[in-house]
């Protein structure tokens, strides 16, 4: 069925309605923070934003006695746009809630389009990006190209990573191995795993150990910890047809192929 399409009066009355709850939920959210920067306010701080909740964020603290806390943070009125990734000067209020008072230069950005076609920053001051991808359901230089050229469009260093290459057989072996060739011909850190079994999971260790690193996961970008992210990558699989050959059950073919970032 065609999508129905609004006129210009139908266009405006919608932003209309979107602009007055926006005003409406960022009239609460300068409330709540005069209600805290009223209270008793710790010490501004250094910390990490690992997740956005539109007017909200949560903050991982970087030092004194409250380091690896995470706390939900309020934002003052007059700050940038704050993105998963940036370091940020807060003070810690009560009953964990924060506030975030200035936002620490990036060291990188992290861009895709918007919905107008401009470039938006999603994630800040990432160190390297691990692209996840699995044998099943076969995998297309496209969609890695398109993470790679956003990697090198933003001086961040790209780690191509092939998990459950238990998977490979001799009917997708040929097309697999001519598309490694490519990346390792080009110059770009390749490795091969399998998280299942275990099998290269040191050396994927050692670079996650040297950097640190981002996690591409769907459409959204967190700092990930590693010890965790390998736990993780051990149990996830990019279509069901993967968990039924390792649980050694048969399953019916995917009619389309697909890459899982992690």
Same mark, same amino acid.
């Given at each position: 069925?065609?999508? +129905?399409?609004?006129?210009?009066?139908?266009?405006? $009355?919608?932003?209309?309605?979107?602009?007055? +709850?926006?005003? $409406?939920?960022?009239?609460?959210?300068?409330?709540?923070?005069?209600?805290?920067?009223?209270?008793?306010?710790?010490?501004? *701080?250094?910390?990490?934003?690992?997740? &956005?909740?539109?007017?909200?964020?949560?903050?991982?603290?970087?030092?004194?006695?409250?380091?690896?806390? =995470?706390?939900?943070?309020?934002?003052?009125?007059?700050?940038?746009?704050?993105?998963?990734?940036?370091?940020?000067?807060?003070?810690?209020?009560?009953?964990?809630?924060?506030?975030?008072?200035?936002?620490?230069?990036?060291?990188?950005?992290?861009?895709?389009?918007?919905? $107008?076609?401009?470039?938006?920053?999603?994630?800040?001051? =990432?160190?390297?990006?691990?692209? =996840?991808?699995?044998?099943?359901?076969?995998?297309?230089?496209?969609?890695?190209? +398109?993470?790679?050229?956003?990697?090198?469009?933003?001086?961040?260093?790209?780690?191509?990573?092939?998990?459950?290459?238990?998977?490979?057989?001799?009917?997708?072996?040929?097309?697999?191995?001519?598309?490694?060739?490519?990346?390792? *011909?080009?110059?770009?850190?390749?490795?091969?795993?399998?998280?299942?079994?275990?099998?290269?999971?040191? *050396?994927?260790? *050692?670079?996650?150990?040297?950097?640190?690193?981002?996690?591409?996961?769907?459409?959204?970008?967190?700092?990930?910890?590693?010890?965790?992210?390998?736990?993780?990558?051990?149990?996830?699989?990019?279509?069901?047809?993967?968990?039924?050959?390792?649980?050694?059950?048969? &399953?019916?073919?995917?009619?389309?192929?697909?890459?899982?970032?992690?």
């Amino acid at each position: 069925m065609a999508k +129905r399409q609004l006129n210009r009066r139908q266009n405006w $009355r919608i932003e209309k309605i979107q602009g007055e +709850r926006a005003a $409406r939920a960022a009239k609460r959210e300068s409330q709540a923070v005069e209600a805290l920067e009223g209270g008793d306010l710790g010490a501004e *701080q250094t910390g990490l934003v690992i997740a &956005h909740f539109g007017v909200q964020v949560e903050v991982e603290a970087l030092e004194g006695e409250l380091k690896g806390q =995470v706390f939900r943070c309020h934002l003052r009125a007059n700050l940038p746009a704050l993105v998963t990734g940036d370091q940020v000067v807060w003070r810690a209020g009560n009953q964990g809630i924060g506030v975030i008072v200035a936002q620490l230069p990036r060291t990188t950005e992290l861009k895709r389009p918007d919905s $107008r076609g401009q470039l938006k920053p999603v994630a800040a001051n =990432v160190d390297m990006i691990v692209i =996840v991808f699995a044998p099943l359901p076969e995998p297309h230089a496209n969609l890695i190209d +398109r993470y790679l050229v956003a990697a090198e469009h933003a001086g961040i260093r790209p780690l191509l990573l092939l998990n459950k290459f238990d998977l490979i057989d001799e009917q997708n072996a040929p097309a697999l191995n001519a598309l490694l060739a490519v990346y390792r *011909q080009l110059g770009y850190p390749l490795l091969e795993v399998s998280a299942h079994h275990g099998n290269g999971m040191e *050396q994927l260790q *050692q670079q996650l150990d040297e950097r640190q690193a981002s996690s591409l996961s769907g459409h959204a970008l967190t700092p990930m910890v590693s010890d965790r992210w390998l736990q993780e990558l051990s149990t996830a699989y990019t279509m069901p047809e993967q968990h039924a050959i390792h649980g050694g059950k048969t &399953h019916a073919k995917a009619d389309a192929s697909e890459i899982t970032f992690f």
